[in-house]
Structure formats: structure tokens, C-alpha cells
């Protein structure tokens, strides 16, 4: 499996806490912010990996840890994974916030999911802002 990007999904019971906790305690750096600005997600940097403290999908989540692997093509891993044996808990959907994402568990239950950031989803936007050097 190709991974593209990866991070810890840490869905928090008290994400005010958790947030103030990574944040302001252990000093982590914010990559970013989403959702409603009163309750947001918010991806930290993590030395060389991400940790995102978000709200749980309607229900679809537990609380806890999950691991999140970006690859470029979700169902052609499905088809791999079933074929080696592995069971899906959930197969490969269009996700309303615009990411294809199935989800699996690993041996000891840990849950997994491998989503597909498709072509035109902002997260495919550079961000960055390009200003010249004076010459």
C-alpha cells in the first residue's frame, strides 16, 4: 500500500480539554482548524506525523484512537485488502465533508481508516501565498 500522508485520529469525549491539552500544555503547533468555529477540529504537527482532535461523524466513529492513511485510491485497496482476507468494517464511501474513506481494524481492534482526498477537495489546494523577493 502506497501511503500518501498519514495521522492519528484522536476522537476525544472533552475535545475542549483535549485541544487545550495539546495545544497549550504540551505546546503543539496548530496545522490547521475545521468545522464550527465554537467547537472545532484541529490538526497538530507531531514531530514528523499529524494529530487531528475532531468531533465523531455521526456516530459512525467510537471515541478513541484511529489511524488515518491517505491513499490514492480507496477502492482498489478495498478490493486488495478483502482479497487478502481482511475484514472491512465499513466499505468505501463519498463521505459528506467530501473524502472517500473505508475503514478496517487492525489485529487488536485498533480501527483504521484509509480515505481518498478526490481531485477539486480543498485539501488538494496549496495554501501557501507566493510573494515575490524584491529584486
Do not use: K
Not at 504537527?45 to 461523524?57: D, N, Y
Not at 478513541?64 to 478495498?78: F, K, N, T
Not at 481531485?119 to 523577493?133: A, M
Amino acid at each position: 500500500m502506497e501511503v500518501l500522508s498519514s495521522r492519528i485520529l484522536l476522537r476525544s469525549a472533552d475535545r475542549t480539554a483535549s485541544r487545550r491539552f495539546y495545544r497549550d500544555l504540551l505546546g503543539l503547533a496548530v496545522n490547521r482548524e475545521f468545522g464550527p468555529a465554537e467547537d472545532p477540529g484541529v490538526v497538530f504537527f507531531l514531530g514528523q506525523g499529524l494529530l487531528e482532535v475532531s468531533p465523531r461523524a455521526s456516530g459512525a466513529e467510537q471515541e478513541g484512537a484511529a489511524i488515518w492513511l491517505q491513499v490514492r485510491d480507496v477502492q482498489r485497496e478495498h478490493d486488495r485488502l478483502v482479497e487478502a482476507g481482511v475484514r472491512v468494517s465499513r466499505p468505501p464511501r463519498l463521505e459528506p465533508w467530501g473524502l472517500v474513506e473505508m475503514w478496517i481494524e487492525d489485529p487488536d481492534g485498533l480501527p483504521i481508516v484509509l480515505v481518498e482526498i478526490p481531485e477539486g477537495h480543498p485539501l488538494r489546494r496549496d495554501h501557501r501565498s507566493f510573494t515575490p523577493r524584491p529584486a
